[in-house]
């Protein structure tokens, strides 16, 4: 007796990859939409939670500390005045630490005509501009170690004030045609910050 032979058939076969072709691309597709919220969740999260620690801290420790944003690099770093009236990074404070964004992240500082911004407001930024910043004046160009870095541009009082500012981390895919995402950090005058999510994204 001849032996019936099983197996599948060419359509059968290219049926089934087709579907897990299908499948593999709206699961990738799905994973990628997700991780990309979560990812610039996550950082927006991280500043939010940082700066609320680095208000306490100020407080507690009855310092002087600022956060110099560097946009072209997606970085920020904290700042305390020591006693010359100098800003220096926090040391021994690895949370505090000068953090850069992931990849194909930017951040995009706001301080100016804030729509949300009243006309007598609690803190008064004229007062670190004059006083503590940084002069451009008797600064030279020479080695980088040499050159004073920029002054903060928001500022973290130890009697609990704040700079009012709004900032944007946004999270924008070369590789696709979808619209950029973006979160937005606002402070008022005291804190907790505020995290706000993207219109579409809200529930």
Same mark, same amino acid.
């Given at each position: ?20 072709? %299908? ?66 990074? %926090? ?22 005509? %804030? ?11 004229? %007062? ?76």
């Amino acid at each position: 007796m001849r032996k019936q032979q099983t197996g599948f058939t060419l359509i059968e076969i290219m049926l089934v990859l087709a579907l897990m072709g %299908l499948m593999i691309s709206v699961v990738s597709y799905t994973a990628l939409g997700t991780n990309s919220y979560d990812k610039v969740n996550q950082q927006a999260k991280r500043f939010q939670v940082v700066f609320d620690m680095a208000s306490d801290y100020a407080i507690l420790n009855q310092v002087q500390l600022g956060i110099r944003i560097d946009e072209e690099e997606s970085t920020y770093t904290y700042v305390a005045l020591d006693d010359d009236d100098e800003w220096v990074e %926090l040391t021994g404070q690895k949370l505090f630490e000068s953090h850069q964004l992931p990849e194909d992240m930017t951040l995009q500082l706001f301080l100016d005509d %804030l729509p949300w911004q009243q006309e007598e407001q609690l803190f008064d930024r004229s %007062l670190f501009d004059e006083e503590l910043s940084v002069s451009d004046e008797g600064v030279e160009i020479g080695n980088e170690e040499d050159i004073v870095p920029p002054p903060p541009q928001l500022f973290l009082l130890s009697s609990g004030d704040l700079t009012p500012f709004e900032l944007t981390i946004t999270f924008e895919d070369t590789f696709s045609n979808e619209d950029p995402l973006t979160f937005t950090l606002r402070a008022k005058e005291v804190t907790p910050i505020e995290r706000i999510v993207p219109e579409d994204m809200q529930q």
